[in-house]
């Protein structure tokens, strides 16, 4: 049996499901580990079953044993991982796609709706009976006609975009490259991401984060945006300069914002506690118990096929 160091706890039947294919190191406690302590218990292990909170940058790789040959993350992203300094170990690193896309691509609908409709303001005046009904009460923005800008049309951006259509939102997006027409179903293509912004009544974040995305939201291209776009990211953190943005919801260039995911989590910004149109959430795109059992149960694959047969399909680099 092949020895696997599970970095974070999984849901029960996941690791039922690890122990009888693996000599697995659990960690019942979920205790978040330091990169230190990651690299100290991965000696005489084959594998490591990571999670996004685990940060596998080039330093820490280069000090995992040799006998680790798959690092296999439990997320679609990989952010966390530097896949050139895995590969040159000759280490495979794998992520969990397809699995979570609906669930997240929930998350980032509810993000929209919670945004546009002040969704943050009605809890907080719900709660404190702070409220009447009246004509002019917490009108927000409906997203019917509206032009929703997706940047990363990908798996969980399509999903977001069909959503979106049946709520009469016309659907605008920038990719690297365009989509065959099928899986356009109608969205329009823009080559640049300031074409894009200049259409976004609602920006949609939905790449993943890399070299090329950190901060591709910023004091600039935030310029590029309508005057009073709402902005949502349900992608990383990373891809928003968080400094840009509140400043942009201060001046009022941006209306509400709409967000899951942050750099430095779960220490976010706190900028965007003290503004009530920030509608946000703490990480919780994949979080239901279909899509955590899914994603844990094909990271627990991945490393079954690897071991296997010397690949995998959801390998990364
Ligand atoms: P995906 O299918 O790979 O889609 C990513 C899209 O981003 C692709 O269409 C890609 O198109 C585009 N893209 C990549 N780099 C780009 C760039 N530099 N400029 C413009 N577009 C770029 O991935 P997915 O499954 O939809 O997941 C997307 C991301 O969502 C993940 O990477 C992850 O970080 C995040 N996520 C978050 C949660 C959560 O809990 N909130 C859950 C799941 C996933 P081109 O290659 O043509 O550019």
Redesign the pocket.
């Known amino acids: 049996m092949k020895k696997i160091l599970i970095t974070r706890k999984l849901l029960r039947e996941c690791e039922d499901k690890a122990a009888k294919i693996f000599e697995a190191s659990f960690n019942s406690n979920d205790e978040l580990y330091s990169q230190s302590k990651v690299i100290e218990m991965s000696k005489g292990y084959d594998g490591i079953l990571t999670s996004l909170t685990d940060k596998m940058d080039a330093e820490t790789i280069n000090k995992l044993p040799d006998t680790i040959k798959i690092l296999s993350n439990f ?3 990989f ?1 966390n991982i530097d896949l050139e300094a895995a590969k040159k170990r000759g280490i495979a690193v794998t992520n969990t ?2 699995v ?2 609906d669930a ?1 691509a929930e ?1 980032g609908i509810l993000l929209i709706l919670g945004a546009c409709r002040r969704a943050h303001e009605g809890i907080l005046d719900a709660k404190e009976s702070n409220w009447k009904w009246s004509a002019d009460y917490l009108i927000g923005k409906q997203l019917t006609g509206s032009r929703l800008g997706i ?7 399509q999903k977001i975009a069909k959503i979106a259509k049946s709520l009469g939102m016309i659907i605008h997006y ?4 365009k989509l065959s027409n099928e899986k356009e179903d109608g969205a329009i293509y823009h080559d640049n ?1 300031k074409d894009l912004l200049s259409v976004s009544d609602v920006l949609s974040v ?5 070299k ?2 950190i901060d ?1 939201i910023n004091k600039d291209t935030i310029e590029y945006l309508p005057k009073g776009a709402v902005v949502t990211n ?3 953190g990373d891809i928003i300069d968080d400094e840009a943005l509140i400043d942009a919801l201060d001046r009022r260039k941006v209306y509400a914002v709409g967000l ?2 942050y750099k430095n989590e779960p220490n976010l910004n706190p900028g965007y506690l003290k503004h009530k149109s920030a509608f946000i959430l703490p ?5 239901t118990k279909e899509t955590r059992t899914a994603m844990a149960n094909l990271a627990i694959d991945n490393i079954d096929e690897f071991f296997k047969t010397g690949n995998c399909t959801n390998k990364v680099n």
């Not at 990480?283 to 979080?287: D, I, N, P, T, W």
């Open positions: 997320a679609v992203g952010g796609p397809d979570l896309t997240t998350i940047l990363g049309m990908g798996r969980i951006g920038h990719n690297r490259s991401l939905c790449c993943p984060a890399s090329e995305t591709m349900v992608a990383r899951d995911v990480h919780l795109g994949s979080a």
